[in-house]
């Protein structure tokens, strides 16, 4: 019954190997565990006309998947997300894949769908997350579909709605006087406290997994192609290290060739320690003190994958941006405006970030760009400016014109 090519995980940093089809967190070594598969026997095996007649959703790339027993999936109706081309943003050539249409409004879904899915396989009956909101919504609903409790602590400035969702939806959820590393801490301490199974970004080895289907799927859809460059908000920056990891492993198997994409990590100014690391030449980042930005997503002051994110922006030429809070909101009405297109902040974040390198010229007018805009925009809150109308009183006609 299974597709599933797993064969082992490796340390991201030493390379020493764990068995798969057991719970793990971090390796020995403290870094993250990436899992491992035949991509030998997958070559010339697994091709583009496989998947014809396949779910049209990232279950589809169960070879290149964890899961050993479909059983365990619990579904909420998972979908490819749509390639939206700009048509008014001046001088460029690019589209936003719009993640916010996925189960839960936001990508977050792809990589707790996964880690939950696996937690399920290997008999995990409580999680924990640290969450500046999406990853504990996407957490809460995908837990309680599979009978699994979560415990989600989140950061006192999280988005409201995000709380509430998640307790909704059946997730026992804490608003705490911290960052989401400290968040992280309490988390870390109830692994053996109250038996809790972490499943912090990286911390186990399959949320990257359901990530790194983003870029399986826009592969896919452009034709077993690969894009110019890639936009991507960094907060974990868990999406970022598993398209770039889908990558090559779509090359093992010789689904694409040798091309990759530049990938582009987009941060605020007001939490950029991949920005500050990557113009320092670092390879890895220190944390950000004091970080703060409406883009909550991305307001990650210190990230276990920093390495593995800044080996990813040099190993594929590409760079880390900061853009401003103004630059981000008026990204995010332009696009609104112009495009039709309602962006989170973080998704705004990027646009921001592509108009800059276009204009500095780091990123050229034709190259075919990419910009994730990783949740719904409807969670986000929105400028109230809209005037009213007193329906009894003479209406002054002039002011349609
Ligand atoms: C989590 C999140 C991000 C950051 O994603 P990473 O892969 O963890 O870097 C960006 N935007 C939104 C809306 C998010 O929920």
């Given at each position: 019954m299974t597709t599933s090519h797993i064969t082992h995980l490796e340390c991201t940093r030493t390379g020493e190997t764990a068995k798969a089809g057991r719970l793990h967190n971090l390796?020995?070594?403290?870094a993250p565990l990436f899992a491992r598969y035949d991509l030998d026997a997958l070559?010339?095996?697994?091709?583009?006309?496989?998947?014809?007649?396949?779910?049209?959703?990232?279950?589809?790339y169960s070879e290149l998947l964890p899961v050993r027993d479909r059983a365990n999936i619990s579904s909420l109706g998972e979908t490819f997300t749509p390639l939206i081309p700009l048509e008014r943003l001046a001088g460029g050539n690019a589209s936003i894949k719009d993640e916010g249409r996925l189960p839960t409004g936001s990508f977050k879904a792809r990589g707790l769908a996964l880690s939950i899915a696996m937690a399920k396989e290997l008999g995990v009956t409580r999680v924990a997350i640290p969450t500046n909101g999406n990853a504990g919504a996407a957490t809460a609903a995908y837990a309680s579909r599979a009978g699994i409790e979560s415990f989600v602590f989140c950061p006192d400035d999280t988005p409201d709605i995000n709380v509430r969702e998640t307790a909704l939806q059946g997730g026992k959820v804490w608003r705490c006087n911290g960052l989401i590393d400290q968040c992280g801490r309490i988390v870390h301490a109830g692994e053996?406290?109250?038996g809790w199974f972490n499943i912090a970004t990286?911390?186990?080895?399959y949320r990257v997994e359901g990530k790194k289907t983003m870029g399986i799927e826009l592969a896919e859809q452009l034709g077993w192609q690969v894009p110019d460059v890639i936009f991507y908000p960094t907060g974990g920056g868990t999406g970022l290290i598993g398209m770039w990891k889908a990558f090559a492993e779509l090359e093992a198997v010789g689904l694409i060739g040798s091309k990759r994409p530049r990938m582009i990590a987009v941060q605020a100014s007001g939490c950029a320690p991949i920005v500050r690391a990557w113009n320092k030449g670092a390879q890895c980042a220190e944390r950000w003190d004091d970080a703060s930005t409406a883009a909550a997503g991305i307001r990650?002051?210190?990230?276990?994958g920093d390495f593995l994110i800044l080996r990813a922006l040099r190993e594929s030429d590409g760079f880390a941006i900061a853009v401003e809070e103004e630059e981000i909101f008026d990204a995010r009405a332009h696009t609104a405006r112009d495009e039709g297109l309602l962006l989170c902040p973080e998704g705004a974040a990027t646009v921001a970030g592509y108009s800059k390198a276009l204009e500095s010229g780091?990123?050229?007018?034709d190259d075919r760009a990419i910009l994730f805009n990783c949740g719904n925009g409807l969670k986000y809150p929105m400028p109230d400016d809209v005037p009213r109308l007193d329906l009894d009183a003479p209406i002054d006609w002039a002011m349609f014109d």
């Open positions: 390796s020995a070594a403290g070559r010339g095996v697994l091709t583009k006309d496989s998947f014809a007649g396949r779910p049209a959703n990232f279950w589809r053996k406290e109250a990286l911390r186990e080895p990650v002051p210190a990230a276990i780091q990123v050229g007018p």
